[in-house]
């Protein structure tokens, strides 16, 4: 007979289920999230529903506002511009570290992470978002920087919502995996002004794309 879950293994549920939700579109920018829902559907008490969600707040999955409770955190075509600069920024700064380590310890890291990518099944969305977002993450993994991984969540956060837009409106996957092994090519080439490129193809250009789908999709 299995141990009863913990309140920290339920309230992570509610987070996992809820990017789930996120990540498949059963819940799209700006949506409402009903409290009783998720209480009722995943079979949780009130207190570790609201800890959770409140917890997906503070790291940017959803927003409280007021007299209008949780949302989906919206994606507005500026704020998509303004995210991929700051990401091309902290990446550019973490792809520098790694290649300023004299072991090769560091890239050796992110190729591991690289082949975990190459592995995933373009049949399994879940599976595709979570080898693209562990990808990210590992840029920054193997550049060791506290910092990095301290905004991470936050970060987080944002591709989840933007990869499950971008994956709901052009479903290309193929697409997808061509910008990033440009990037770890240009990575390995170490020359500055590829990885800026690729850096740039990669975030800038693909917010820009995006932004339009989305102004498109409001009706701008």
């Known amino acids: ?8 293994e339920r309230r992570q549920r509610v987070v996992d289920e809820i990017k789930r939700r996120i990540i498949v579109g059963e819940l799209r920018p700006g ?3 009903i409290e009783a829902e998720i209480t009722a559907s995943l079979e949780v008490s009130r207190p570790t529903a609201r800890e959770a969600l409140n917890q997906m707040a503070r790291d940017g999955f959803l927003i409280q506002e007021a007299y209008r409770g949780l949302r989906v955190t919206n994606i507005e075509a500026e704020s998509l511009l303004e995210i991929a600069r ?3 920024a902290l990446d550019t700064e ?3 570290e790694i290649l300023a380590d004299p072991t090769g310890e560091r890239l050796a890291a992110l190729e591991r992470n690289w082949t975990e990518f190459e592995g995933a ?4 969305p879940l599976a595709r978002h979570a080898a693209h977002v562990r990808f990210h993450r590992g840029i920054w993994e193997a550049a060791d920087n506290y910092l990095l991984m301290r905004i991470w969540p936050v970060v987080e956060a944002q591709m989840t919502i933007v990869l499950a837009y971008d994956e709901f409106t052009r479903r290309d996957p193929q697409r997808a995996h061509a910008i990033h ?3 770890m090519s240009a990575i390995r080439s170490r020359d500055d002004d590829r990885i800026r ?6 975030t800038i250009d693909s917010a820009q794309e995006l932004a339009l789908l989305v102004g498109g999709a409001d009706g701008h």
Do not use: G
Request: hydrophobic share 55%.
């Open 197 to 202: 490129t690729a850096l740039t193809v990669h």
């Open 31 to 33: 949506q409402r999230i």
């Open 86 to 88: 700051i990401r091309v």
């Open 121 to 124: 099944t373009e049949a399994d």
């Open 94 to 96: 973490a792809i520098a």
């Open 1 to 8: 007979m299995s141990a009863p879950a913990s309140n920290t």
């Open 181 to 183: 092994a440009a990037l």
